[in-house]
């Protein structure tokens, strides 16, 4: 399966991006997703992920109430919604497709990784 994570860009503080994740190849419609970026100069770190079903969502501290995960399993995709941008949320965001169907905060449960997608919010 490949991932490939779109929707990054620049915007000011305050303002929204919404990043989209297709899936190719076959289906992870039955494994849980998630979401990592890595900042400038830092280690990459978790912000969102989702059960198979779409339930269970759990977020970083950092972005929680400001970021909304979901997907879609019949279109083999997945979305966050992420709004009220600070400064500190620039980085590449990645997307992710975890072994388990459960999904998870930990790097190492996930077995395929997108690209990556830019995003840079401005002051």
């Known amino acids: 399966v490949q991932l490939q994570a779109s929707g990054g860009g620049l915007v000011q503080t305050g303002g929204s991006l919404r990043l989209s994740c297709a899936a190719s190849?076959?289906?992870?419609?039955?494994?849980?997703m998630g979401w990592f970026r890595r900042a400038p100069g830092k280690e990459r770190e978790f912000v969102a992920t989702v059960g198979w079903n779409g339930g269970n969502a759990l977020y970083a501290e950092s972005v929680e109430g400001r970021f909304t995960i979901s997907r879609d399993r019949a279109k083999n995709t997945m979305s966050l919604q992420m709004n009220s941008l600070k400064t500190e949320d620039t980085a590449v965001y990645y997307c992710?497709?975890?072994?388990?169907?459960?999904?998870?905060?930990?790097?190492?449960?996930?077995?395929?990784w997108g690209q990556g997608t830019q995003v840079t919010v401005s002051s």
């Open positions: 992710a497709a975890s072994r388990y169907a459960t999904g998870s905060s930990r790097a190492e449960h996930y077995t395929t």
């Open positions: 190849g076959r289906t992870v419609s039955n494994n849980g």
